[in-house]
């Protein structure tokens, strides 16, 4: 019998399904063999995930702790453990450890609040996990905005289940957006930052953002000009991981190791921080 | 010294370097800094002693991306390196101003301290002999155990390519020592070993290796933008060695991919941090291609067709690695 | 104070190998390294530096962590085995010792790391005091003993004996078990005391022995950071790993597989070094595409980032080793006295 029991040591998950949201990012449903759960969560943990021998890398858990059935994870083709990933098969297996890292506030500093979600891209991963376990508990939060953009139509991940439980759920209202003009879009054309001021936002809001660096750049000068507080404002940070508990120095910056004191970080926090994110 | 520092504000000052690279002065005496000098002032720092081993032409590389023309002291050796690099379109001669300085052999802390002297806070080459001042009372130590390997087979102190000479003589002969007259002696002491025992040497030698990487990023024949052994893609590890295969892979490798370009420089012997002799690998390619295509010196000149780059009907015939005993 | 007679130290070693797995530095090629001593071997108590440090009998180079298989689409996971045989390794200078600390705190911190606790839990060290500190030391800035290196059992050599003093349970213990060979001395105090004052003598005359580090804090991240001077600085730079691989307190690892065949697959941590390009490279992009930021990383995490996360500690300990390894001179002491300014 062997001694060893260590963070660093997987859990073994089954694909259960997977959806293909666009033409590069595929949401994967995993469940341990037990057919069950593999941990419990917070919104904005994240997992390692990995295919052994040919990597392992860490990836947000976009379902919502509220799921009581599995954890879900939407993977954009970068890579070559993405790409094995992408060419797997439901019943396939794969291993996976956490969660790692920090979590939005949900339970205090967000509770009570009026929310605003702004994503981009694949950047809605880690904000869905929120915004579900939000709509979840309605009654602990107040208004809830959400914006999302993406560079066109194909492109918007989670499009069904935004169209079709977002929507439609009360005192949620949904912004979408594509950069360019698209046949068949009647929605917002333009960038998610050009869109956010013209949808002029009144700042009683606590904003949570994620997307590629340049649109978070882009936004938080928005949101700075409209009268928002950095301290109004949490992001997440992605950066390369090995171990996912603060020790192995790859996502160090500053006196903060990502995959533990973050990913989330308060927009005045990362002010503190030396630019290298 | 005072001459070089002197010549080189002169460059600085009438505008025909942008900058300098040479050696900074160290906090022990023996442990002078590959520098790039700007301004005149900063030449104050400047030192050129027996302990400037690095051979500067491989910065010359980065420095060829920066405006205007380099300033660079070489010693006689380093110039084979720079020839070579300017062959392989590494670097620009029109972008170098090349001072050639005399050498008189370099030294090797790392041989000083192997003779028992501890806390060296300065040394002095005076004839064959180093004077040592230590934390411990004055030392003496020959200069030919504390030279670095390199200078036991110094090439000559001629400089195959300079724009002027500070320090030294055109011509001036090497001194003869034992390896001088014939390099590859080590070598062909190595190869006469029986098969076993020539493994179990470098078993012995290269599985001290830490993986540091320190002879590939020193290596003037080592300047591919992305080695292999960094690739993600290929299943092996830059960092460790996932097993004992992968120690002798990795310097045999670089061996095969510098052969025939590697001009016995023996930087990858001296910054070892555990004092692989790995010069010995590259030197039986240069003795080996030296028997098969004829002598050759890399970094020579810079217009000849390397030996393994060129084909002529003298080439030696694949059949040679039966006769030699390595066929099945 | 026990002492043993410097010619029956083989005969001390040899029986501590028998029971367990004796780490000494030992001489090969002109080198010393720590190795598992056997008697076929020749250790080496004079040289005061070994080239890598004593880091990798915790915290080893390259160690497997389990071992995969995918049979008919099923993975199964084969966790290494923790160590569990009980350990010395002996000799280890005070610099070296104090190491052990700074490593402590990373990887017997929240989540523990239970391949290195194991280590920790198994391994006895033996001190050695250092007899001729060498102008490459600078240890003294950190609040550094050499004089009086602690761990389990602390010790001292001089030119016929060594001095033997326990200094925790683990080190009554190896005394026990080696107290055939270890004579209780009355005036090993005054001869160790004398020793103590010969080297703390020379400590304060090391030519690095006094560095100013004050400006070395938490506040001042943002000023050191954006400071002109790295990239003066970096500029030498090879961007190998020596100087993390001969370090005792760099920490950095990764993680990879190995395709051991039929064997499966096997995942294993290695040092790595912030030094090297890939350090920071994701499939999309690197947040240190320079080597002045990734020299710079190096030196901010030793002297500002890590003292914030441990209450002040440096993670550096004046060994010196990066200072007679570096290829290009480059080394700790030059940052310090350029950034910091010097006492």
Redesign the interface.
């Known amino acids: 019998m062997c001694n060893c029991t260590d963070t660093l040591i997987p859990q073994i998950g089954v694909i259960t399904d997977i959806r293909t949201e666009t033409p590069d990012v595929k949401t994967f449903r995993v469940v341990g063999r037990d057919g069950k759960k593999l941990f419990e969560h917070m919104p904005g943990q994240c997992a390692m995930v990995s295919v052994p021998g040919v990597g392992e890398a860490m990836f947000s858990i976009t379902s919502s702790p509220t799921n009581t059935e599995f954890q879900e994870f939407s993977i954009k083709r970068c890579g070559s453990l993405t790409d094995y990933l992408h060419d797997m098969t439901v019943g396939e297996e794969i291993t996976v450890r956490g969660p790692y890292g920090n979590a939005f506030p949900v339970e205090t500093a967000l509770k009570g609040q009026n929310l605003l979600f702004i994503a981009g891209g694949i950047g809605l991963a880690p904000l869905r996990s929120v915004i579900n376990y939000v709509r979840d508990k309605r009654e602990n939060y107040g208004t809830v905005d959400i914006l999302y953009g993406s560079r066109s139509m194909d492109d918007l991940v989670q499009l069904k289940e935004i169209q079709e439980e977002w929507m439609n759920t009360p005192g949620v209202n949904v912004h979408l957006t594509i950069d360019r003009e698209q046949e068949g879009w009647e929605g917002h054309v333009g960038f998610v930052p050009a869109y956010l001021k013209e949808l002029e936002f009144s700042t009683d809001k606590t904003v949570l953002v994620c997307g590629p660096p340049i649109m978070i750049k882009f936004t938080l000068a928005g949101l700075i000009e409209m009268g928002f507080d950095k301290t109004q404002v949490y992001t997440t940070l992605e950066l390369r991981m090995k171990c996912g508990v603060g020790k192995c120095g790859r996502c160090n910056i500053g006196s903060k190791y990502v995959c533990k004191d973050g990913p989330v970080f308060r927009c005045d926090e990362i002010d503190e921080l030396p630019p290298e994110y | 010294m005072q001459e070089l520092i002197t010549r080189a504000k002169e460059l600085l000052a009438d505008g025909t370097v942008s900058r300098v690279l040479g050696w900074k002065k160290?906090?022990?005496g023996w442990?002078?800094?590959?520098?790039?000098f700007d301004k005149a002032e900063e030449l104050e720092n400047f030192i050129y002693n027996p302990f400037c081993g690095?051979n500067l032409s491989k910065?010359l590389i980065?420095a060829g991306k920066l405006e205007g023309t380099t300033l660079v002291f070489l010693k006689p050796c380093d110039t084979y390196s720079f020839n070579q690099l300017v062959k392989e379109h590494r670097v620009k001669k029109d972008k170098t101003y090349i001072i050639g300085v005399g050498c008189h052999g370099t030294l090797d802390?790392?041989k000083i301290r192997?003779t028992g002297v501890?806390?060296?806070?300065d040394a002095v080459l005076e004839g064959d002999r180093v004077r040592l001042n230590?934390?411990?009372g004055d030392k003496e130590a020959a200069a030919a155990e504390v030279l670095l390997d390199r200078c036991l087979v110094c090439k000559g102190k001629t400089h195959v390519v300079c724009d002027e000479l500070i320090g030294a003589e055109p011509g001036e002969e090497a001194g003869p020592g034992e390896l001088a007259v014939n390099r590859f002696a080590q070598v062909e002491e190595l190869e006469n070993l029986p098969p076993e025992e020539r493994f179990a040497f470098w078993q012995?030698?290269l599985s001290?290796c830490?993986?540091?990487?320190?002879c590939?990023?020193?290596c003037p024949a080592c300047s591919c933008l992305k080695c292999v052994f960094?690739s993600?893609?290929f299943?092996s590890?830059?960092?460790?060695?996932?097993?004992t295969f992968e120690e002798q892979m990795f310097h045999i490798i670089r061996a095969f991919h510098v052969a025939g370009r590697c001009t016995d420089c023996g930087e990858c012997s001296?910054?070892c941090?555990?004092?692989?002799p790995l010069h010995l690998l590259n030197r039986k390619f240069i003795k080996d291609i030296d028997t098969f295509y004829g002598e050759y010196q890399a970094g020579a000149d810079t217009e000849s067709k390397g030996p393994l780059t060129d084909f002529t009907f003298e080439d030696v015939e694949p059949g040679i690695i039966a006769e030699r005993g390595g066929g099945r | 104070m026990y002492r043993v007679k410097k010619d029956r130290l083989t005969e001390l070693f040899t029986s501590v190998s028998k029971v367990q797995d004796l780490f000494l530095p030992l001489r090969k090629c002109d080198q010393t390294n720590y190795g598992l001593w056997t008697p076929e071997e020749t250790f080496d108590l004079d040289t005061l530096k070994t080239v890598k440090s004593a880091k990798d009998c915790f915290f080893p180079q390259s160690e497997v962590l389990y071992r995969c298989r995918k049979e008919d689409g099923k993975i199964s996971i084969d966790p290494q085995q923790l160590c569990d045989r009980p350990f010395v390794v002996f000799g280890m200078r005070a610099c070296d010792v104090k190491a052990v600390e700074v490593l402590d705190r990373v990887f017997l911190s929240d989540p523990v790391d239970s391949f290195y606790k194991a280590r920790r839990e198994h391994g006895t060290i033996v001190s050695m005091a250092c007899h001729e500190p060498e102008e490459t030391c600078f240890c003294r800035n950190f609040e550094i003993d050499p004089a009086a290196p602690g761990a389990d059992v602390e010790t001292w050599l001089t030119e016929d004996s060594l001095y033997w003093k326990p200094l925790t349970e683990k080190g009554e213990a190896l005394t026990a078990a080696a107290e055939e060979f270890l004579e209780k001395t009355e005036d090993g105090d005054k001869t160790v005391e004398e020793e103590q004052t010969a080297i703390r003598g020379i400590v304060e005359k090391l030519p690095l022995s006094h560095l100013d580090l004050s400006r070395f804090k938490q506040e001042n991240t943002m000023e050191l950071f954006d400071s002109p001077l790295w990239e003066e600085m970096y500029k030498p730079c090879l961007a190998c790993g020596t100087c993390t691989f001969v370090c005792p307190t760099c920490q950095c690892y990764d993680i990879r597989d190995f395709d051991a065949g039929k064997n499966g697959v096997q995942r294993y941590r290695c040092w790595d070094s912030c030094m090297y390009s890939d350090f920071t490279m994701m499939a999309h992009g690197n947040m240190r595409t320079s080597q002045m930021q990734r020299f710079r990383q190096r030196f901010m995490h030793k002297l500002v980032y890590y003292p914030a996360n441990n209450d002040g500690l440096y993670s550096c300990v004046g060994c010196g080793r990066c200072v007679s390894k570096c290829p290009a001179s480059l080394n700790i002491v030059k940052v310090i006295k350029k950034l910091g300014g010097e006492a």
């Not at chain 2, 501890?118 to 806070?121: D, R, V």
């Open positions: 160290g906090d022990l442990d002078p800094e590959p520098a790039y690095a910065y980065a802390p790392e192997n501890k806390g060296i806070a230590t934390l411990y012995e030698q001290r830490i993986r540091c990487n320190a590939r990023n020193v960094d993600s893609q299943d590890n830059q960092k460790a060695n996932a097993d001296r910054v941090p555990e004092s692989i």
